[in-house]
């Protein structure tokens, strides 16, 4: 069974930048598109990014497009979010998740989550 542990996350000013890891055990993240969301105190949860399965594709929301990254090492069985110029509204508990079907912003279709990882943007 596919588990997933998030770790990197932090405190840092704004502007600072943080680099979480999505690390697997139990199976291998080969055949998963890896998802992250995050969710602040009070809102809702929001998909930030996916990677595709092989790394071929990415998709950002609009906040964080140009400042966050995406990438995956399927040797190391392990994705990462590279967040760079991070702003208060960055703030939140992140989240990574797999997902057997294509790149999505829809949290239902990401069937394992990991138990998140709190970044913390404040000046």
């Known amino acids: 069974q596919l588990q997933l542990v998030e770790s990197g996350g932090g405190l840092v000013q704004p502007g600072g930048s943080l680099r979480l890891s999505c690390a697997a055990s139990?199976?291998?993240?080969?055949?998963?598109?890896i998802g992250w969301f995050r969710q602040a105190p009070g809102k809702e949860r929001e998909a930030v990014s996916c990677?595709?399965?092989?790394?071929?594709?990415?998709v950002f929301a609009g906040s964080v497009k140009g400042r966050f990254t995406i990438s995956r090492d399927n040797a190391k069985n392990t994705v990462y979010l590279q967040m760079n110029s991070l702003k208060s509204e960055d703030t939140g508990f992140y989240y990574c998740?797999?997902?057997?079907?294509?790149?999505?912003?829809?949290?239902?279709?990401?069937?394992?989550w990991g138990q998140g990882t709190q970044v913390t943007v404040f000046s």
């Open positions: 998740a797999a997902t057997e079907l294509l790149c999505s912003y829809h949290g239902p279709d990401f069937r394992s």
């Open positions: 139990g199976s291998t993240l080969d055949y998963y598109s």
């Open positions: 990677i595709s399965s092989a790394g071929a594709s990415a």
